[in-house]
Nanobody, 114 residues
Framework: QVQLVESGGGLVQPGGSLRLSCAAS????????FSWYRQAPGLERELVAM???????YYADFVKGRFTISRDSPKNILYLQMNSLIPEDTAVYYC????????WGQGTQVTVSS
């Protein structure tokens, strides 16, 4: 079955970096697009970045120039490299794909605080 498992979250100081990973299984990874979303307490889930099967990317304005989405198709892993983190980036981060319906991972917590 389709599985998405995020990892790599944690506590980081402002200005620091983290790399999130999303390990995928149960489908043809190289044929689908992926996205990263985040949800902060009390707020709606929002799109952070997307990458399609041709490696074309899209970023929300609030992460442009700081975050990079990428994929390693031989390893079936999606990444989100996050640099220059700010407290407002604190949220649970989710990876998502769409096959016959949307599939979500369980999320990984990112906390940016001094």
């Amino acid at each position: 079955q389709v599985q998405l498992v995020e990892s790599g979250g944690g506590l980081v100081q402002p200005g620091g970096s983290l790399r999130l990973s999303c390990a995928a299984s149960g489908f043809a990874f190289e044929l689908v697009g992926f996205s990263w979303y985040r949800q902060a307490p009390g707020l709606e889930r929002e799109l952070v970045a997307m990458i399609n099967s041709a490696d074309v990317t899209y970023y929300a304005d609030f992460v442009k120039g700081r975050f990079t989405i990428s994929r390693d198709s031989p390893k079936n892993i999606l990444y989100l490299q996050m640099n220059s983190l700010i407290p407002e980036d604190t949220a649970v981060y989710y990876c998502r794909t769409y096959i016959d319906r949307p599939y979500w991972g369980q999320g990984t917590q990112v906390t940016v605080s001094s």
